[in-house]
Structures are given as structure tokens and as C-alpha cells.
């Protein structure tokens, strides 16, 4: 992770260590103090989800999945890509693929079906709609599939806490999906804009293993 004046974390302890700011104990060497001080600061991979049986490869490369007119409560999920020292990841590409709004894949062509690759930071942007449901599967969701150079490649799937199925409390009936393993893949729900044209957004930040 950076500071302000572009600093990483393993950069911040070394000026410590030569301004004197943190002082070793005798039985201490300066890369075990490195490595014990990046293990504690690690944080957690997204929890993997399962991969599901619609996905198709050769996705297009767009940011937008909701064309001019679909029906369904316009979405905006955003998020940013990082390891699990904190760093930003580059060159990271995220496929995502869901149903249209009444629960339907589409299987003959690429409609819900997007490659989006992140920029610089790792940030990530695509436009589509709340998914619907469908009888296989209990909750509404999106799936992902995120690459990185270096890293371990992550499945996972995107919830949404406003989901019905929930009834209101997401901590205590999360598991009503018999997929769903990790209260944390479910994600708050953010309604904007002016009662004419309002839209959910969605903020889902993923943390990748390195190999």
C-alpha cells in the first residue's frame, strides 16, 4: 500500500529503520523485522466462490453490459484490485457474467458477458443490471473471474444485500444460499441519483493471493 508520497509499506519501515524512528531488539535482523512486519500488516484473499457452469471464454472487451432500453434496475458495480500486502495490482483482467434481469443466461450469445481490464491502480468500472434470480440458485449474483500476472487466479461471485431472499438482514440469513460461504460476499447496495432516474451502485474490492 502507498502513502501519500508514494511510499510502500516494506519503503516506510526502512526510512524508520535508518532515521532511527523504530529501534530493532538485539535478537532482531533487519529482514526478519521486514518480513514479520509485512506478515502481520497481510490482509485476506476475497473468498473464492464456485465458478457455476455459464461461463464462456472470448467475452468482449466493454464496461458497458446494459444496453439503451433494457428493462431492470440499472447497476454500477465498481471496486478496486490489490494483494494481499495492500498493493495496487496492474494489468489485472476481470471477466464477469450474469443473468439479464429476469434470471436468464444468455447461452448462444455474449449479452451479461464482459472483460474488463483494470487500469493502473486496479481500478474497475462496468455498467449493467440487477440480476434477477432463477430456480437453480437461491440469491441474485454475479460471477467473476479475476487474472493477474504472478498471482493466483480468483473465482468468486458478487452478492447484493438488498436481495429479497434476506429479508433485511444479510448478517443472519446469508447462508440461505447454500453457496454462499463468506458473509463478506455480500455487498451493501447504494440507491442514487433522482427518483426518475434512480440506479444501484455497488462497491466490491478484491484482494488476490500471490503464487
Not at 457455476?52 to 484490485?81: H, N
Not at 460471477?143 to 473465482?155: F, S
Not at 463468506?182 to 444501484?200: Q, S
Amino acid at each position: 500500500m502507498l502513502d501519500r508520497g508514494g511510499l510502500n509499506r516494506r519503503e516506510i519501515l526502512q526510512k524508520c529503520l535508518a532515521l532511527g524512528s523504530i529501534t530493532l531488539i538485539a535478537s532482531s535482523s533487519r529482514a526478519a523485522m521486514l518480513l514479520a512486519f509485512e506478515e502481520k500488516e497481510l490482509r485476506k484473499p476475497t473468498p473464492a466462490n464456485e465458478l457455476g457452469p455459464f461461463y464462456k471464454k472470448r467475452a468482449p472487451e466493454t464496461a458497458t453490459l446494459r444496453a439503451p432500453g433494457d428493462p431492470g434496475m440499472p447497476l454500477s458495480v465498481s471496486g478496486q484490485i490489490l494483494d494481499t500486502r495492500g498493493e495496487k495490482l496492474p494489468n489485472v483482467v476481470v471477466e464477469v457474467w450474469q443473468t439479464d434481469h429476469l434470471g436468464h443466461y444468455d447461452l448462444d450469445g455474449y449479452r451479461y458477458r464482459a472483460k474488463l481490464p483494470a487500469d493502473g491502480s486496479g481500478n474497475y468500472k462496468f455498467e449493467s443490471v440487477m440480476p434477477g434470480h432463477y430456480p437453480d440458485r437461491v440469491c441474485q449474483h454475479i460471477h467473476y473471474l479475476v487474472t493477474a500476472p504472478g498471482h493466483k487466479p480468483l473465482v468468486t461471485q458478487l452478492y447484493f444485500a438488498t436481495d429479497p431472499v434476506f429479508e433485511g438482514d444479510p448478517d443472519k440469513n446469508f447462508n440461505r444460499d447454500p453457496l454462499i460461504h463468506n458473509r463478506e460476499l455480500v455487498r451493501p447496495v447504494m440507491l442514487v441519483g433522482d427518483p426518475k432516474d434512480i440506479h444501484a451502485a455497488v462497491n466490491f474490492e478484491l484482494c488476490l493471493e500471490r503464487v
